[in-house]
């Protein structure tokens, strides 16, 4: 994925401020990122670093959306309890398969942060809202991975 | 994706594929008019502004995925939204994974650092 599209503008909803909370989820996780930087040491372990990222991920997609949805709402919520953030669960093998007559709407509750409290409605409207953060947090990532590791590529001499 | 069709719910397979979908049609008609007759707010839900957000929600998955949902399931949609989702998830592990196994190799000279104190700055 081409570092450049994390910066492009987002077509779909022209409406929502979403290069204002581009911009704070950016800076957050750029920050958070680097705190765990400072902060780690030679025995740090892998997994360690690794969990903080991803709760710095999380993090800032929810300070992004901040009180004006549900999902972040919920998110907030989980974060600041400080317990384990056990959602998602991380799926370190493939899932079992799907009952075939499990209600979808169901499966979707659990996806999203908050979902058991929404009715049929307010989940579906969450959910358009959640996957936008979720795709932009994911390209923030990758242009992060992709300008350090081109960098480590391709050395400045000075 | 047109604009919503008349009829009151998305369409759904021929019945003839089997009764989990006709289960599954059952489901989504009793939610609709369950959240009809029990939204609190008192705002009366339409059928169309669910049909809206379904091909919302369609619009928002990638083309790849798009082709799996027709305009005709509603039920195969979210399917398809959940399998999206659990993607995303999973790619945040993964980048969460590299990235940490990057940061390994940086110390808090390295020029990488400065590039993440750059990034921060524009």
Redesign the interface.
């Known amino acids: 994925m081409e570092s450049k599209s994390f910066t492009t503008g987002n077509r779909d909803n022209p409406n929502t401020d979403l290069h204002g909370s581009k911009n704070m989820m950016a800076s957050h996780f750029l920050r958070a990122l680097f705190r765990i930087q400072q902060t780690s040491t030679s025995s740090s372990s892998f997994a360690g670093r690794s969990r903080r990222i991803r709760r710095a991920a999380y993090a800032s997609m929810a300070y992004s959306a901040g009180a004006r949805r549900a999902w972040s709402r919920a998110l907030l919520r989980k974060l600041r309890s400080r317990a384990r953030l056990r959602f998602p669960r991380r799926l370190s093998r493939t899932a079992r398969p799907q009952r075939r007559d499990m209600d979808q709407a169901q499966v979707l509750r659990k996806l999203v942060p908050g979902g058991p409290s929404m009715d049929y409605c307010k989940l579906l409207e969450e959910t358009a809202d959640y996957i936008r953060c979720l795709t932009t947090q994911v390209r923030l990532m990758q242009t992060v991975m992709d300008s350090i590791s081109s960098y480590a590529h391709h050395p400045m001499i000075p | 994706i047109g604009p919503p069709s008349p009829c009151p719910l998305p369409s759904l397979p021929s019945p003839t594929l089997g009764s ?1 979908i006709k ?2 049609q059952k ?1 989504i008609r009793e ?2 008019v ?2 009809k007759i ?2 609190g707010s008192g705002r009366r ?1 339409t059928d169309e ?2 049909n809206e ?2 091909s ?2 369609q ?2 998955l990638p083309e790849s995925r798009r082709r799996n949902t027709g305009r005709a399931s509603a ?1 195969k949609l ?2 398809e ?2 399998s ?3 993607s ?6 993964g ?12 110390d ?1 000279n390295s ?3 400065d ?3 750059s ?2 700055r524009s």
């Open positions: 989990p289960r599954e489901r939610a609709a369950a959240i029990m939204s839900i502004e669910i957000l379904v919302k929600l619009s928002l039920s979210l399917k939204t959940c999206y989702i659990k995303l998830h999973r790619e945040v592990d980048l969460s994974d590299r990235l940490s196994g990057l940061m390994a190799t940086m808090s020029p990488q650092a590039i993440i104190r990034l921060l």
